[in-house]
């Protein structure tokens, strides 16, 4: 079956930029969505389709995928962005998720 | 405004069975594709079960293949998850999640709240 992998941890100053990244073979070909997940609440959708933005969720957010990686870049980074970070992908009839990756805004 | 509402969660004995249920508001369920995903304590999101829009199309991860059936009652806006022969390690925050109907996507973007499912002795 499909795996990916994400870096457990990503710290960033506050105000710098986070990238996220999520791995997997030639996953470039994938559909690659990502969710956000704070403490304590249900996830919420912040890419979707590599690079798109659903409705509500700030331009900070972007994504990008290429080759054996999608990644998650968060410009200027809030405290509000400290959160767990997930990809997801669909891989025939079967739905991956990342193993999550938590952001500590320094 | 558009929400996705978990009950039926619990404390269940192992080899015991819960009916999960998801009910819906300010959509049409029969219009979307819905899924299960749950949560371990402390540990990551598990995808665990898919339906169609129409409830005749079902998937399962592996760890529930033959335990669990997902259902839906469209005339009750409603969305089921039913386990049986649950394990401790079906301990979790179980998720109902919609599927983007748009055709932009195939993300899930919108969850609902979860409900436990503790399953022990």
């Known amino acids: 079956s499909y795996e990916v992998a994400q870096p457990p941890s990503v710290s960033v100053d506050l105000g710098q930029t986070a990238k996220i990244t999520c791995g997997g073979n030639?996953?470039?070909?994938?559909?690659v969505h990502w969710y956000q997940q704070r403490p304590g609440q249900a996830p919420v959708l912040v890419i979707y389709?590599?690079?798109n933005r659903p409705s509500g969720i700030p331009d900070r957010f972007s994504g990008s995928n290429s080759g054996n990686t999608a990644t998650l870049t968060i410009s200027g980074a809030q405290a509000g962005d400290e959160a767990d970070y997930y990809c997801?992908?669909?891989?025939?009839?079967?739905?991956?998720f990342g193993g999550g990756t938590k952001l500590t805004v320094l | 405004e558009v929400q996705l509402v978990e009950s039926g969660g619990g404390l269940v004995q192992p080899g015991g069975s819960l009916r999960l249920s998801c009910e819906v508001t300010?959509?049409?369920?029969?219009?979307?594709?819905m899924n299960w995903v749950r949560q371990a304590p402390g540990e990551g999101l598990e995808w665990i079960s898919y339906?169609?829009?129409?409830?005749?199309?079902?998937y399962y991860a592996d760890s529930v293949k033959g335990r669990f059936t997902i259902s839906k009652d469209n005339s009750k806006n409603t969305l089921y998850l039913q386990m049986s022969s649950l394990r401790v390690e079906d301990t979790a925050v179980y998720y109902c999640?919609?599927?983007?109907?748009?055709?932009?996507?195939?993300?899930?973007?919108?969850w609902g709240q979860g409900t436990m499912v503790t399953v022990s002795s």
């Open positions: 999640a919609r599927e983007d109907g748009s055709g932009a996507s195939d993300a899930f973007d919108i």
């Open positions: 300010e959509f049409t369920l029969r219009n979307y594709e």
């Open positions: 339906i169609g829009s129409r409830g005749t199309t079902t």
């Open positions: 030639n996953i470039g070909s994938q559909n």
């Open positions: 389709r590599d690079f």
């Open positions: 997801q992908l669909w891989d025939s009839s079967t739905v991956i």
